[in-house]
């Protein structure tokens, strides 16, 4: 995470700053829990906890803060409703708690570590620390002064999304999930095909046979698999072979007509429904896309839709 690195920059030059983390989020709130921003007494700011007139609020509290040389770790409820006493400003309706934590060198030691591997991080009126890994993830508060917020904190490991088919789609969406922070890994069965050699968005560029793909693509639990290979037949070739692992997402480029005849075909062939009922399939949100950019898009946002779940 690009903030966590920012922090270690900033303390080992001296700075001290606050880092604003969205620890509870309910209805229509924009700051999920977990977004973070980082406000330094230079000025310099990074990240976001849901932006508009809140964030801004916000930000100028964590500045006055450091002007006035504040040590304080403390948390701020915000709803969205326009007109309580605690309101953010903002209509958008729900809530959202912010939790406020001043670091400084002190706290070089344990972002350094968040840095390099996953830690799991309690935020509290004492500050941050680490905690053991088989703490929770969640935030609690008796008192505005007694709550704790832990959250695992995972820099290095990228999610992987594994994708069938180096035609024109897999370019842009390779691009879309790499700036999104997955590990990308591209296959095909064509030798010499140019979206293929030509993709740069990708850490893995694989000839593969379709055949027998288990024993040439390692597949994690937390992985997801996108199909998009030049024929209906090859698809649904690896389709079936796929069919009983254990992944996050598996999704099939297709028309609505092509999806029901592979499918189809694999129900008569005797696959269980219900195996078939977790593909997403056609691939994509329903955007009416018209361009492969277009496509790519839609598919990368129904990506995000799951992994955010």
Same mark, same amino acid.
């Given at each position: 995470?690009?903030?966590?690195?920012?922090?270690? @920059?900033?303390? #080992?030059?001296?700075?001290?700053?606050?880092?604003?983390?969205?620890?509870?989020?309910?209805?229509?709130?924009?700051?999920?829990?977990?977004?973070?921003? %980082?406000?330094?007494?230079?000025?310099?700011? &990074?990240?976001?906890?849901?932006?508009?007139?809140?964030?801004?609020? /916000?930000? #100028?509290?964590?500045?006055?803060? /450091?002007?006035?040389?504040?040590?304080?770790? *403390?948390?701020? @409820?915000?709803?969205?409703?326009?007109?309580?006493?605690?309101?953010?400003?903002?209509?958008?309706?729900?809530?959202?708690?912010?939790?406020?934590?001043?670091?400084?060198?002190?706290? &070089?030691?344990?972002?350094?570590?968040?840095?390099?591997?996953?830690?799991?991080?309690?935020?509290s009126p004492e500050?941050?620390?680490?905690?053991?890994?088989?703490?929770?993830?969640?935030?609690?508060?008796?008192?505005?002064?007694?709550?704790?917020?832990? #959250?695992l904190i995972n820099?290095?490991?990228?999610?992987?999304?594994?994708?069938?088919?180096?035609? *024109?789609?897999?370019?842009?969406?390779?691009?879309?999930?790499?700036?999104?922070?997955?590990?990308?890994?591209l296959y095909d069965?064509?030798?010499?095909?140019?979206?293929?050699?030509?993709?740069?968005?990708?850490?893995?560029?694989?000839?593969?046979?379709?055949?027998?793909?288990?024993?040439?693509?390692?597949?994690?639990?937390?992985?997801?698999?996108?199909?998009?290979? *030049?024929?209906?037949? #090859?698809?649904?070739?690896? %389709?079936?072979?796929?069919?009983?692992?254990?992944?996050?997402?598996?999704?099939? &480029?297709?028309?609505?007509?092509?999806?029901?005849?592979?499918?189809?075909? &694999?129900?008569?062939?005797?696959?269980?429904?219900?195996?078939?009922?977790?593909?997403?399939?056609?691939?994509?949100?329903?955007?009416?896309?018209?361009?492969?950019?277009?496509?790519?898009?839609?598919?990368?946002?129904?990506?995000?839709?799951?992994?955010?779940?």
């Open positions: 995470m690009k903030i966590w690195d920012e922090i270690k @920059y900033l303390l #080992e030059q001296g700075r001290s700053l606050y880092l604003l983390t969205v620890v509870e989020s309910s209805g229509s709130a924009p700051g999920r829990v977990g977004f973070k921003m %980082l406000v330094s007494d230079s000025g310099y700011l &990074l990240g976001s906890i849901g932006g508009g007139i809140m964030e801004f609020n /916000l930000v #100028e509290k964590a500045k006055q803060l /450091l002007k006035d040389n504040i040590v304080d770790h *403390h948390i701020v @409820y915000q709803d969205h409703l326009g007109s309580s006493q605690s309101s953010s400003g903002m209509i958008c309706s729900g809530s959202q708690t912010i939790a406020f934590n001043c670091l400084s060198r002190d706290d &070089l030691m344990l972002v350094s570590a968040c840095t390099q591997a996953p830690n799991m991080v309690e935020f500050g941050i620390r680490s905690v053991a890994q088989d703490i929770p993830e969640q935030f609690s508060v008796n008192f505005s002064d007694v709550w704790s917020y832990t #959250e820099t290095n490991v990228k999610r992987v999304a594994h994708i069938f088919g180096a035609g *024109h789609v897999s370019i842009p969406t390779s691009e879309l999930l790499s700036s999104i922070g997955f590990d990308v890994r069965n064509r030798e010499e095909l140019n979206t293929l050699q030509g993709n740069n968005f990708v850490s893995v560029k694989k000839i593969i046979d379709y055949q027998d793909v288990l024993n040439q693509v390692e597949i994690g639990e937390q992985d997801f698999i996108l199909l998009m290979t *030049h024929k209906f037949t #090859e698809d649904k070739l690896i %389709l079936t072979q796929l069919l009983d692992i254990q992944c996050e997402y598996i999704g099939v &480029l297709g028309s609505q007509n092509k999806i029901k005849v592979m499918f189809d075909a &694999l129900l008569k062939a005797g696959v269980e429904k219900k195996l078939l009922d977790n593909i997403y399939a056609p691939i994509g949100l329903d955007i009416n896309s018209r361009t492969v950019q277009e496509i790519a898009v839609s598919i990368v946002a129904e990506i995000i839709k799951v992994r955010n779940i």
